[in-house]
């Protein structure tokens, strides 16, 4: 058996791009906006995370610059070694303030983030309890901590507890869910969870990556539910809602301190560069002193739920501006896809394993900056491609 026989085996991808309904590595020749093109195919973009649409704010893009200026475009090292500026210390204090903790870290990914805090606390004696629907990078977290992994079903409180009981009463554990979850848009129990936390002594980390700039006046989940002090760890990115690239968690300065020092992946990686950096803090200023936009987003996200609602469509149980299609059937998905594409509307499919067998959807995603003529245009094409497939009345 040669090791890349399973290279030569993989083509269901090559057939899907042979037959024009390959959704992947599209090349945008403008991007994150409301509007993008594809060659000079205009597109209304549906299936961004740019939440509050501050990737192309000229503060944030004036921010970037001014930091390259400074500082250049790298920093050539950890954040151990020679990676640390001013500017990250200056970003962790405003972030931390920001999510009500005692001090944050920031990484090079948010990927990075759930990697290397979950690896770093949970060791081999140790158990970590994760919503069957969460993230694949705390999932790889989970994998590389050596701890032992326990799933619940989705959201399920009843099926937390139950697993939580079973598990040795002198053991470390920690439970980790995301806050709002990326294809469904729908939010987690948090206050549930919190008491479940607290019975079973375990430890709760929130991975808030969509949740930021949404909910609890952008602060998220926690924020949300106003359980701030009652939830351990609080990560985030800055991919989404703060127009950059990277990540960080925050919690009680102690653990922090811990983290800093032992997890690989911030202790091995080059720090975030002054531009990403500077970026993300032009974006946090921007979300406080702009509450607004925060209002904007989900006037938008409960204008569109109730729309689809009322057209037919089976949008799950969506509760933010992330509201799936849900469609079923894998080829059927990917043909309603490239039909929304060639009608002018960008939109993203996920078929198993990303999401359970026979329950491939389209995710839509929206952004403050939507006009409501956007809005209108987006609703009608939807709505004639949807009954063209039979998937509405």
């Known amino acids: ?40 195919h205009r597109i209304l973009m549906c299936g961004a995370n740019n939440y509050l649409g ?18 250049g475009t790298s920093c050539t090292g950890s954040r151990l070694a ?51 629907e969460d993230h694949a990078s705390i999932v790889d977290g989970c994998m590389l901590s050596r701890g032992t992994i326990r799933r619940f079903r989705h959201n399920d409180m009843e099926d937390l507890d139950r697993v939580l009981s079973i598990l040795p009463s002198d053991s470390g554990k920690l439970v ?21 936390c607290k019975k079973h002594n375990a430890r709760f980390m929130v991975d808030d990556a969509h949740a930021l700039g949404i909910l609890g006046g952008g602060r998220g989940t926690s924020a949300h539910f106003g359980v701030t002090d009652d939830v351990d760890l609080i990560m985030g990115t800055f991919s989404k809602s703060f127009a950059s690239m990277g990540g960080f968690v925050a919690g009680d300065e102690q653990i922090i301190h811990f983290i800093q020092h032992q997890a690989r992946a911030f202790v091995f990686s080059a720090a975030l560069t002054p531009p990403n950096v500077a970026s993300a803090r032009a974006a946090l200023e921007i979300m406080i002193e702009e509450p607004g936009r925060i209002n904007r987003l989900n006037q938008i996200g409960d204008r569109m739920r109730q729309t689809y609602t009322d057209l037919g469509f089976d949008i799950g149980p969506s509760q933010t501006p992330i509201i799936p299609i849900i469609i079923g059937e894998d080829l059927r998905t990917a043909l309603v896809w490239k039909r929304l594409f060639e009608e ?25 900056t939507h006009t409501d003529e956007q809005l209108d245009e987006i609703i009608d094409i939807v709505t004639r491609v949807g009954r063209e497939a039979n998937l509405i009345p």
């Open 176 to 196: 980790v869910v995301d806050g709002v979850f990326s294809v469904t848009g729908d939010i987690a129990p948090i206050p549930e969870i919190v008491q479940l």
């Open 54 to 71: 501050l990737t192309t704010d000229p503060r944030v893009r004036q921010a970037a610059m001014d930091a390259i200026k400074e500082y």
């Open 82 to 132: 020679n990676g640390t500026l001013e500017i990250h210390e200056d970003l962790e204090r405003g972030l931390a303030e920001f999510v009500g903790k005692e001090r944050a870290l920031v990484f090079a990914s948010g990927y990075q983030v759930n990697v290397g805090v979950i690896s770093s606390l949970v060791s081999k004696s140790d158990f970590v309890i994760t919503d069957k």
């Open 1 to 40: 058996m040669d090791l890349f026989d399973k290279c030569h085996q993989f083509t269901y991808a090559r057939t899907a791009q042979e037959i024009g309904i390959y959704p992947f590595f599209i090349p945008l020749s403008q991007s994150e906006g409301t509007v993008a093109w594809v060659g000079d």
């Open 344 to 368: 002018g509307l960008y939109t993203n499919v996920f078929v198993p394993p990303g999401v359970p067998a026979n329950m491939s959807l389209l995710r839509t995603s929206y952004m403050a």
